[in-house]
């Protein structure tokens, strides 16, 4: 079967005969099931080929070759990488879902639909992966999720899980797709009669996006839940404890809904997802939640269901409660008196007026979506011209810069004396080091400017929500408009090009944008990787949901 030896599938298959010498089990995917190669598949199997390729492409990309040792590939790839790829060489040669029959209409339908592809990968990819290592115990407050005084089950203790900042644009996360957290009752079906008190639960979050989506979805929960008096139950994050929320561990599993699937930031929503949504709803269809579930006006209501969905919403429909979600999402006393004293000492001593302005550039990931519809990096350049017309305007301007890659942009701005959360000494206490909540700091001084630029990215715009500065200022980078400001809570959380022209002009418009923002290099690293592999990425998508389906 293996006649062709390319550099990935070499190294997979070497690896797995040396490892069956040794008895040593290669990992699997948890969560897809094995059924008997002589099964009446209910599917149509996934391509072999396109999985090896897969694994070829990453060893490409990466520059290992066939005979590489395991520590070359875990120091190129990391270890969660070398897991992956082996788990994907043994998905791929041992199970029956995916083998070399694959219907060549059903590739093309997923690989030729560029901008619904490329879209579905890039949202579906926003999952934090989170383990069930218990934290460190510190001399902290401890979480407390209540268990709803309707049942009589014993008080369990919730397992405590840290904030892994892994890019949601990882490989491994495809095989993360459908996962959600387990209840305290698993035995209840989602159609079982439930007459306990009004409840809103989302078993997946956390699977849908990082802090800044998570950040959204807790705001529409809180929201909706104010009209019913619900109590939110979803599993645990860290902002339960950097902001002390009030809510439980999902106790069982209920109906499930959807947001309106027309949002742009739906692209996950798929047929293929919302099969398996509508399988573990117990076969039933999945109605749809729209945005007059937040008007208070409205008699829509919301409760006693399972939610699905990112609620990148218009923020003018979360107007109307704006000051819960200010309240929601107002650090424990503890960390707000730790970094104000930070900002106090290092920033705005004896009360000296200082505008502080805050840049978030964010790069990493995005420069490896160009497909999407929102992943695009605004270069340096952009931020500078900017800085060149409002910073004369400014009374004692200092910059703030946070990014994912701050040792790259931070020399540009040499000229303005950055500062950054490293150099100011802003750390998360030691009592909270073990949250792995690392980011915080910069989304927390973000909420602190005066003055804000972002990046096109829910992690900034969220801190312009929740940013109290008084007359403060923000703007955002554009695709089309470069640097334009906005009001956080008047506009779409995340800035989405035209997409579905026709391929040949989405493919000019994607290939204009990198140019723009990632000049030459970015164009051609994009042609000869990104995009291409953006296809089979979607095809294995597309596979691993099938086969939970079936699971």
Request: negative net charge; contains cysteine.
């Given at each position: 079967?293996?006649?062709r030896?390319s550099?990935g599938?070499g190294?997979c298959e070497m690896y797995?005969k040396h490892s069956?010498?040794?008895?040593v089990?290669?990992?699997?995917?948890p969560?897809?099931?094995?059924k008997n190669v002589?099964?009446k598949?209910?599917?149509?199997?996934i391509?072999?080929e396109?999985?090896?390729k897969m694994?070829?492409?990453l060893?490409?990309?990466?520059d290992?070759?066939d005979?590489?040792?395991?520590?070359e590939v875990?120091?190129?790839l990391?270890?969660?990488?070398l897991?992956?790829?082996?788990?994907?060489?043994?998905?791929?040669?041992s199970?029956?879902?995916?083998?070399?029959?694959?219907l060549?209409?059903?590739v093309?339908?997923?690989?030729?639909n560029?901008s619904?592809?490329s879209?579905?990968?890039?949202s579906?990819?926003e999952v934090?992966?989170?383990?069930?290592t218990?934290?460190?115990?510190?001399q902290?407050?401890v979480s407390?999720?209540?268990v709803p005084e309707?049942?009589s089950i014993?008080?369990t203790?919730?397992?405590?899980k840290?904030?892994k900042s892994e890019?949601?644009?990882?490989v491994?996360?495809i095989?993360?797709?459908g996962?959600v957290?387990?209840?305290?009752?698993p035995?209840?079906?989602?159609?079982?009669p439930?007459?306990g008190p009004p409840?809103?639960t989302?078993?997946?979050?956390?699977e849908?996006?990082?802090?800044?989506?998570?950040?959204?979805?807790y705001?529409?929960?809180?929201?909706?839940?104010?009209?019913?008096?619900a109590k939110?139950?979803?599993?645990?994050?860290v902002?339960?404890?950097?902001?002390?929320?009030?809510?439980?561990?999902v106790?069982?599993?209920?109906?499930?809904?959807i947001?309106?699937r027309?949002?742009?930031?739906?692209s996950?929503?798929t047929?293929?997802?919302?099969?398996y949504?509508?399988?573990s709803n117990?076969?039933k269809t999945?109605p749809e939640?729209?945005?007059?579930?937040l008007?208070?006006?409205?008699?829509?209501q919301?409760?006693?269901s399972?939610?699905w969905?990112w609620?990148?919403?218009?923020t003018?429909q979360?107007?109307?409660?704006?000051?819960l979600?200010?309240k929601?999402?107002?650090?424990i006393?503890?960390?707000?008196?730790h970094?104000?004293?930070?900002?106090?000492?290092k920033?705005r001593?004896?009360?000296?007026?200082?505008t502080?302005?805050g840049?978030?550039l964010?790069?990493?990931?995005y420069?490896n979506?160009?497909a999407?519809?929102f992943?695009?990096?605004?270069?340096?350049?952009?931020?500078?011209d900017?800085?060149?017309?409002?910073?004369?305007?400014?009374?004692?301007p200092?910059?703030?810069?946070?990014?994912?890659?701050i040792?790259?942009v931070?020399?540009d701005?040499?000229a303005?004396?950055?500062?950054t959360?490293d150099?100011?000494?802003c750390k998360?206490p030691?009592e909270?080091q073990?949250?792995?909540a690392g980011?915080?700091?910069?989304?927390?001084?973000?909420?602190?400017?005066d003055?804000l630029?972002i990046?096109n990215?829910t992690?900034?715009f969220?801190?312009c929500?929740?940013?109290?500065r008084?007359n403060?200022q923000?703007y955002?980078a554009?695709?089309?408009h470069r640097?334009?400001?906005?009001?956080?809570?008047?506009a779409?959380?995340i800035?989405?090009r035209e997409?579905?022209?026709?391929?040949?002009s989405?493919i000019g418009?994607?290939l204009?944008?990198?140019?723009e923002t990632?000049?030459?290099?970015?164009?051609?690293?994009?042609?000869?990787?990104?995009?291409p592999?953006?296809g089979i990425r979607?095809?294995v998508?597309k596979?691993?949901?099938?086969?939970?389906?079936?699971?």
């Open positions: 079967m293996m006649n030896v550099s599938t190294f797995t069956a010498k040794k008895s089990a290669v990992p699997e995917f969560g897809i099931a094995k002589g099964m598949r209910q599917v149509s199997p391509r072999q396109e999985l090896l694994i070829d492409l060893f490409e990309q990466a290992l070759s005979n590489a040792s395991e520590q875990v120091k190129k990391g270890k969660e990488g897991q992956t790829v082996l788990k994907l060489y043994n998905l791929a040669t199970s029956p879902y995916f083998s070399s029959n694959m060549d209409e059903e093309a339908e997923i690989t030729s560029s619904q592809s879209a579905d990968v890039t579906a990819f934090p992966d989170v383990d069930s218990p934290l460190k115990k510190k902290r407050r407390k999720f209540e309707l049942t014993p008080e203790k919730p397992l405590k840290e904030y890019t949601e644009i990882a491994s996360r095989f993360e797709l996962k957290a387990p209840v305290l009752r035995e209840i079906e989602p159609t079982a439930y007459n409840v809103l989302m078993t997946g979050f956390g849908l996006g990082r802090w800044g989506n998570q950040i959204l979805q705001a529409f929960l809180v929201s909706a839940a104010q009209k019913t008096g939110i139950q979803v599993p645990y994050w902002g339960t404890d950097i902001f002390n929320l009030d809510n439980s561990l106790e069982r599993r209920l109906p499930a809904v947001e309106d027309t949002m742009k930031a739906n996950t929503f047929d293929s997802f919302m099969e949504i509508r399988a117990g076969g999945v939640v729209f945005q007059d579930v008007n208070p006006e409205s008699s829509t919301l409760k006693n399972d939610v969905g609620f990148q919403w218009p003018q979360f107007l109307p409660h704006k000051q979600i200010l929601t999402f107002a650090p006393p503890a960390l707000e008196n970094f104000q004293s930070i900002i106090t000492e920033l001593p004896n009360g000296q007026k200082t502080v302005v840049l978030h964010r790069l990493g990931d420069k979506i160009a999407s519809s992943g695009y990096c605004a270069p340096t350049s952009w931020y500078l900017w800085l060149a017309k409002i910073w004369p305007t400014l009374e004692n200092v910059l703030f810069v946070a990014s994912d890659e040792d790259t931070l020399r701005f040499a303005y004396n950055p500062v959360a150099m100011l000494g998360m030691e909270y073990d949250l792995k980011f915080f700091p910069d989304w927390y001084m973000l909420t602190q400017c003055v630029a990046s990215s992690f900034s969220t801190a929500m929740m940013n109290r008084e403060a923000f955002r554009h695709y089309e640097i334009q400001e906005f009001d956080p809570w008047n779409d959380p800035v989405h997409m579905g022209q026709g391929a040949i989405e418009n994607t204009k944008i990198l140019y990632q000049g030459t290099r970015g164009v051609m690293k994009n042609v000869l990787y990104e995009l592999y953006y979607s095809v998508m596979a691993v949901l099938k086969a939970r389906t079936m699971a």
